[in-house]
């Protein structure tokens, strides 16, 4: 009965102050709060944060094009803010929550990356906005991995997992009210979306103290170490909050020089005048105290490694035409000897070009076109024409997706040696997307789409 009253005190609060706030609010608001949290758990990423401020303010001072284009999608402001993370999920019904949780954030599940062709027992997706209006108000994301037991050959193996997992329970009751309130009523007031991220951070925590005994530890991470990272924890903790860099290669170097741990080549494309896709390079951050279960009630200490750092530069997103071109370059440059891996990459990708008139022009590139107002053009004018003129100004559009084979090569950098694994498997989206109760959104056209709007504003009805 008391607990009748304050839930209807808690209704009644809610409802005084008033209507639903915007998920753009609440996911920036989440985003701050999850940063905030990992800077307290993580150290490194607070040194990393300040490495990645100094360098994009230097490189914005010299490139004044540059400034401008970030100014076009938010600002120095959106881009000291802007992160991803990763989460490792263990079970459908984990997926599926997962979806209704990021959607009250207006974040959705974009692509789908099968893991498992680079040994890694996992399939996942990005949960992002996907509005160039929500974008710049926050683009936060996740990448969200769920484990494939079913790529564990012992059987009983297998079962024991599933098991664990079936038993733990990675959302708060009141996390669970909180989703069914804001389906049901088209969103959260303020005081809600407060609780909301209070319970949601609760869930991607680190927990130190392990469900499973060390024995039980120990056979898990010898069928693969992430299966361990997964199923032996009370939730999916956040494994790494990245910030988004205007250089790179600036901030790899001093990384180096500041002694931390940086994985020794930066994944994805080589360094370009117009940077392309997503380069990314991650250093192992820590050793974490764990406790385990022992049968006499105590706990056993030992020790685990999950949580890492991770930076990215992003470059303007490809067509499926680039895209190709891409995924040929890059394994044309790993498919040779790798004595100097950055040099090779450098020569296989001389053959993509690195000027944004010729990536537009051969369609490798997605742009977002701009009319300047008092430009007049006959009607008659070819975008080309427009382009060339001035009356129209085509601005990249950012890369906001992640790229399988270097998230292989990040999981892998972060896993330490000896974690790769060889799976018969073959890609499963299907059964990803069963987990996750929805289909996933195509990236390229979501690009597209975004490309062929900002024609018709200017009076093109162009093939996008
Ligand atoms: C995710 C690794 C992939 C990225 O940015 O591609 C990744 C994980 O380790 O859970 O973070
Ligand atoms: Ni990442």
Redesign the pocket.
Known sequence: MANQQATDQQAIEDARDGLPISPDAIRAYFAAAMSEMYRREVPLYGTLLDIVATVNRRTLEADPALRERIEAEGGIERLSVER?????LGTAEELATCRRLFAVMGMEPVGY?D?SVAG?P?H?TAFRPVTVQALSRCPFRI?T?LLRLELIEDNALRAEAEAILARRRIFSPALLDLLDTAEAGGGLTEAQAERFVSEALETFRWHPDTTVSRETYERLNAAHR?IADVVCFRGPHI??L?PRTLDIDAVQAEMIARGIPAKAVI?GPPRRACPIL?R?T?FTALEEQVAFQAADGRSVPGSHTAR?G?V?QRGVALTPAGRALYDRLLDEARGADPVDYAATLDRAFAAFPDDLETLRGEGLAYFRYLGRPHHRVPHYATLDDLVQSGAVTAVPLTYED???V??????QS??GGGASAHYAAEASRSAFETALGTSVADESAIYAAQQAASLRTIGIDGPG
């Open positions: 991803h993370g990763a989460i490792r990356y893991l890694v996992v996942s990448f991995s992430l494994n790494h990245t994944e997503l990314q991650s890492f991770e990215e992640f790229l399988p270097s998230a292989a090569g990040i999981f972060n896993l």
